[in-house]
Nanobody, 124 residues
Framework: QVQLVESGGGLVQAGGSLRLSCAAS????????MGWFRQAPGKEREFVAA????????NYADSVKGRFTISRDNAKNTVYLQMNSLKPEDTADYYC?????????????????WGQGTQVTVSS
C-alpha cells in the first residue's frame, strides 16, 4: 500500500509559478516511479510529468516541456512539480501517482496508487 498526499495548489496569475508537493508513505519510496497528472473540468485526465525511482530519468508532456520540472527527494519521500510560466490552460486538479511496476510512464492505467488531488487555478 502507498498513501499519497498532494499540497501546494492555489490561485496564481498567468506567468506566475507554483510548486506542488506529494508526500508518500507506505512502501519504500525510492523503489518506484512517480508521476503527475491533471484533469480539467469536462476533460479526461492527462499526463503531465513522470520521474524514475532514482530521479535520473524524467518524462514530460509536450504542453509543459520547458515550463514544468519534476523532481524527487527520496530522503523526504516527496515528489515535486515546479510549475513556471503558468497559463490559464494549466488550470486543473493535479494528481500525483505511484507506478510500482513499470517505468516513468505517461499512461494513467499503469499507475497503481493516486492522491486526492490539489487544485491549480491560473487567472488571465
Amino acid at each position: 500500500q502507498v498513501q499519497l498526499v498532494e499540497s501546494g495548489g492555489g490561485l496564481v496569475q498567468a506567468g506566475g509559478s507554483l510548486r506542488l508537493s506529494c508526500a508518500a508513505s507506505g512502501r519504500t519510496f525510492s523503489s518506484y516511479a512517480m508521476g503527475w497528472f491533471r484533469q480539467a473540468p469536462g476533460k479526461e485526465r492527462e499526463f503531465v510529468a513522470a520521474i524514475s525511482w532514482s530521479g535520473g530519468s524524467t518524462n514530460y508532456a509536450d504542453s509543459v516541456k520547458g515550463r514544468f520540472t519534476i523532481s524527487r527527494d527520496n530522503a523526504k519521500n516527496t515528489v515535486y512539480l515546479q510549475m513556471n510560466s503558468l497559463k490559464p490552460e494549466d488550470t486543473a486538479d493535479y494528481y500525483c501517482a505511484a507506478d510500482l511496476y513499470s517505468g516513468y510512464d505517461s499512461i494513467p492505467s499503469l499507475y497503481d496508487y493516486w492522491g486526492q488531488g490539489t487544485q491549480v487555478t491560473v487567472s488571465s
